[in-house]
């Protein structure tokens, strides 16, 4: 598409306002920056200035029978609620005395509004008494702006756009489009994610891909004329250059752009009104900076040598206790690193478990690929500056805490920061630095564990395959507790990152995502540095194109506060609904609880290498409430299945199998499938054999029925003519069965504790297990849908 955006003409409106002091364009000036974006419907404006005495003349030069009275203020964004806004007759003296009742009823009706909503209002009015703010809201009033009256071609529900931009420190630019109107916030709040607003960022998307995102919205829907007694009032077309347009800007004017004269901090049209098939905007604001320097770039290679170490040094490890140090060493040692390949700053020891001692850091016997940290943060400047100095080690893994996430610690991990900056700009760009609050590392490839955790406490498998997995997470706590209940959790990597001070996880999944033994890596965040939630969308999307399966939770859904000078959309794309987006737009599927975080990361290194060629589930068990549980949760929020239906040929051989098995007078074939307690071992495994074959279906989740009399699911002993290892048991041939099916299948044990070693055989076998049928089912159906959402993307 080919758009006539003049950069040169909106770049002189942002210069003089600049000049003049500004930081903002006034409306009519917005509207200047539309004009040159290649808006097609502009209104007339004209604006009457404080103290000005406009001609008749000027009054009446807009066309049609009305015009629109507007406040103009730097301080008053949402005009509608303060009495900011009128519609009048087009007669001068009607618009000089409402043009002058606007500006003595203004400034009250704002000051009781600021009166209500202390909290959020502009910080230039403090606390002044009621005479001072009233004084101090005049006097910042610039006038009046009448705008030519343009009547929408509806009034009904819906019928109104916006469309804004927005500067996130986290993800640079940020373009939504949704429902807009004065009650905007609301529908926001009231209708599920993505249904009101869509939100993406431009460097990972372009106008044909936002233009996806928006059909699927509520806004789309009635603007498209898809909703009863509605016609259409605006083309697709219209939408898409609309929505190219933002997106470019957003380019040009973003941090990223080293060439932009300005950033663009917020432009928002709220709303988009149609008249006749034109977009016209109807009120619009725009707040824009000097560009700042950019985040130092880090020598990301030498994560190599922080993930796969020949030499590691420690300093911290206590000779007389069991203290951290000492903790991680010796889990060093148990991972089987080579003894005569570690050293430990201690001054006044030769050894300490047989590891020998030095006295500083330049008595290392060379420059170490590790270094782990586990002394308290007030040491640390002074010994980063000697590590810095010395150029001692490759890669630096910080412990302690106190640096940033606590109170008081803010000052010393702003200095760390500058001197690890300082370094990277430096020759060979100094050691990366991970953590500081880093709970550590286990890196089964490089043969160490870092993570200083007793192992009474923590046990972990040494040696032995792993899963394809990479695990990182900003939580250190969250990595123990899911690797202490959780038993998939036994990923190849495990990586705490801890405050960031230096590597982020957009640099660890960058790293990754080039590792051919990694299929799978979860993703565990709380924040972001600057720009940093942009580079791991970068990541991600690169480490997906690569094969790679990302699963993604974040912490904190707070709606970000916001002040009155902002505009709605912070309100409505706040940060948790931006990261969600962004992320999952990139390829990683976003879990919405700890619970669906465990489940994604099960079903993803379990049914990585199966086909998924649609969101077609057969469901098959034993009792009647799980089959019908099963079908009642094929749909949530952000994913759906549907239930499959089976071929005649598929019809014929279950009908076979059923009489076979003597059920015929007890069990119906059809989708889901109750297939009766007496159903055995073998006529599960059978049953789901031929409905994986079945071309109409993409995935099968089947209740294994530990409670039946017919199955083995008690380890031998327990009951008589029992053993869960039977070569006819159903976890024996299930196992072989799933690992012939090219497509998911599904195990569900909904049983209590005494079933623990039938769900681990199962899972030994490679079989997932969920223990009830929803949580199968809605995990699945999420799975797959952010599947085939992958597959579109490539």
């Known amino acids: 598409m080919i758009l006539n955006i003049d950069f040169q003409k909106i770049t002189d409106l942002f210069t003089r306002a600049h000049r003049d002091g500004r930081d903002f364009l006034y409306e009519h000036e917005t509207y200047g920056l539309l004009k040159n974006s290649g808006a097609e419907s502009i209104p007339m404006v004209n604006f009457l200035a404080k103290g000005s005495r406009p001609s008749n003349e000027a009054l009446n030069s807009m066309p049609g029978h009305r015009v629109v009275l507007?406040?103009?203020?730097?301080?008053?964004?949402?005009?509608?609620?303060?009495?900011?806004?009128?519609?009048?007759?087009?007669?001068?003296?009607?618009?000089?005395?409402?043009?002058?009742?606007?500006?003595?009823?203004?400034?009250?009706?704002?000051?009781?509004?600021?009166?209500?909503?202390?909290?959020?209002?502009?910080?230039?009015?403090?606390?002044?008494?009621?005479?001072?703010?009233?004084?101090?809201?005049?006097?910042?009033?610039?006038?009046?702006?009448?705008?030519?009256?343009?009547?929408?071609?509806?009034?009904?529900?819906?019928?109104?756009?916006?469309?804004?931009?927005?500067?996130?420190?986290?993800?640079?630019?940020?373009?939504?489009?949704?429902?807009?109107?004065?009650d905007t916030e609301l529908y926001a709040r009231r209708f599920k994610n993505g249904k009101a607003v869509v939100s993406a960022s431009p460097e990972m998307i372009d106008g044909d891909g936002f233009l996806g995102l928006f059909k699927q919205t509520i806004a789309y829907e009635k603007l498209a004329g898809k909703t009863r007694g509605q016609s259409r009032i605006v083309s697709d077309s219209q939408l898409l250059e609309c929505f190219s347009s933002f997106l470019e800007m957003g380019r040009y004017f973003s941090p990223l752009n080293l060439d932009a004269p300005f950033v663009i901090d917020e432009l928002e049209v709220n709303p988009f009104a149609f008249t006749d098939y034109q977009m016209v905007p109807l009120d619009g604001l725009c707040r824009f900076s000097k560009p700042c320097n950019r985040p130092v770039s880090r020598p990301v290679q030498k994560i190599h040598n922080l993930l796969h170490p020949k030499r590691i040094a420690l300093i911290g490890v206590s000779a007389t206790k069991m203290n951290f140090g000492r903790i991680i060493l010796r889990n060093i040692l148990s991972c089987g690193f080579d003894r005569e390949a570690v050293t430990i700053v201690r001054p006044g020891e030769d050894q300490i478990d047989g590891v020998p001692c030095v006295d500083s850091l330049a008595d290392l016997p060379g420059k170490v690929d590790l270094f782990v940290v586990a002394i308290a943060a007030e040491h640390l400047p002074d010994l980063i500056d000697q590590i810095l100095d010395l150029d001692c080690a490759n890669s630096v893994m910080l412990i302690p805490g106190g640096l940033g996430e606590k109170k008081g610690g803010e000052h010393r991990a702003r200095l760390i920061r500058e001197k690890i900056s300082k370094a990277h700009l430096s020759g060979n760009g100094g050691p990366v630095f991970l953590g500081a609050n880093c709970m550590g590392v286990v890196s089964h490839p490089g043969r160490y564990d870092t993570i200083f955790i007793p192992e009474e406490k923590l046990p972990k498998k040494r040696g032995g395959s792993r899963k394809k997995a990479a695990f990182i997470s900003q939580s250190g706590a969250f990595i123990i507790t899911r690797m202490s209940k959780v038993p998939v959790f036994d990923p190849a990597y495990v990586i705490s990152i801890g405050n960031q001070n230096d590597l982020t996880a957009g640099d660890l999944v960058d790293h990754i995502k080039d590792l051919d033994?990694?299929?799978?890596?979860?993703?565990?965040?709380?924040?972001?540095?600057?720009?940093?939630?942009?580079?791991?969308?970068?990541?991600?999307?690169?480490?997906?194109?690569?094969?790679?399966?990302?699963?993604?939770?974040?912490?904190?859904?707070?709606?970000?506060?916001?002040?009155?000078?902002?505009?709605?959309?912070?309100?409505?794309?706040?940060?948790?609904?931006?990261?969600?987006?962004?992320?999952?737009?990139?390829?990683?599927?976003?879990?919405?609880?700890?619970?669906?975080?465990?489940?994604?990361?099960?079903?993803?290194?379990?049914?990585?290498?199966?086909?998924?060629?649609?969101?077609?589930?057969?469901?098959?068990?034993?009792?009647?409430?799980?089959?019908?549980?099963?079908?009642?949760?094929?749909?949530?929020?952000?994913?759906?299945?549907?239930?499959?239906?089976?071929?005649?040929?598929?019809?014929?051989?279950?009908?076979?199998?059923?009489?076979?098995?003597?059920?015929?007078?007890?069990?119906?074939?059809?989708?889901?499938?109750?297939?009766?307690?007496?159903?055995?071992?073998?006529?599960?495994?059978?049953?789901?054999?031929?409905?994986?074959?079945?071309?109409?279906?993409?995935?099968?989740?089947?209740?294994?029925?530990?409670?039946?009399?017919?199955?083995?699911?008690?380890?031998?002993?327990?009951?008589?003519?029992?053993?869960?290892?039977?070569?006819?048991?159903?976890?024996?041939?299930?196992?072989?069965?799933?690992?012939?099916?090219?497509?998911?299948?599904?195990?569900?044990?909904?049983?209590?504790?005494?079933?623990?070693?039938?769900?681990?055989?199962?899972?030994?076998?490679?079989?997932?297990?969920?223990?009830?049928?929803?949580?199968?089912?809605?995990?699945?159906?999420?799975?797959?849908?952010?599947?085939?959402?992958?597959?579109?993307?490539?």
């Not at 033994?517 to 993703?523: G, H, Q």
């Not at 019809?651 to 007890?666: F, K, P, W, Y």
């Not at 003519?721 to 024996?732: P, Q, R, W």
């Open 70 to 182: 507007k406040i103009v203020s730097p301080t008053i964004v949402h005009k509608t609620e303060v009495k900011g806004v009128r519609i009048v007759d087009k007669q001068p003296g009607k618009i000089r005395s409402t043009w002058r009742k606007m500006m003595d009823e203004v400034p009250e009706h704002y000051a009781q509004w600021i009166e209500k909503n202390r909290t959020i209002a502009p910080s230039a009015y403090g606390n002044l008494d009621p005479d001072r703010l009233v004084a101090a809201i005049d006097a910042d009033i610039r006038g009046v702006l009448m705008c030519q009256f343009m009547p929408p071609d509806s009034d009904a529900f819906g019928n109104e756009l916006i469309v804004s931009l927005r500067r996130t420190r986290e993800f640079g630019m940020i373009l939504t489009a949704g429902l807009g109107g004065t």
């Open 517 to 794: 033994e990694i299929e799978v890596i979860a993703i565990y965040m709380e924040g972001f540095n600057d720009l940093d939630g942009l580079a791991l969308c970068r990541a991600i999307r690169a480490a997906v194109k690569n094969g790679k399966e990302v699963i993604f939770y974040k912490a904190g859904r707070t709606p970000e506060g916001q002040s009155a000078t902002s505009g709605h959309t912070a309100s409505l794309a706040g940060d948790y609904m931006v990261c969600h987006s962004c992320i999952g737009q990139a390829g990683a599927m976003v879990a919405n609880s700890f619970t669906q975080f465990e489940d994604l990361f099960t079903l993803s290194v379990s049914l990585h290498g199966k086909k998924i060629d649609g969101n077609r589930l057969a469901a098959v068990s034993g009792a009647g409430f799980e089959a019908v549980g099963m079908a009642d949760s094929i749909q949530g929020e952000d994913y759906g299945m549907v239930m499959a239906g089976f071929n005649p040929e598929t019809q014929e051989r279950l009908t076979r199998l059923i009489r076979e098995g003597g059920l015929d007078t007890l069990v119906d074939v059809k989708n889901p499938m109750d297939i009766n307690p007496s159903a055995d071992d073998r006529l599960h495994v059978d049953v789901v054999r031929a409905i994986a074959q079945d071309s109409g279906v993409d995935a099968v989740v089947v209740g294994l029925d530990p409670l039946s009399p017919c199955i083995h699911s008690l380890p031998e002993g327990v009951r008589k003519g029992e053993s869960l290892t039977a070569k006819t048991g159903i976890a024996t041939l299930m196992a072989k069965a799933v690992a012939a099916i090219e497509k998911p299948v599904l195990g569900v044990v909904d049983a209590g504790r005494r079933f623990d070693p039938m769900v681990d055989l199962l899972e030994q076998g490679g079989v997932p297990v969920f223990r009830s049928s929803d949580r199968a089912v809605s995990a699945l159906a999420k799975y797959m849908g952010c599947r085939l959402y992958i597959q579109k993307l490539f």
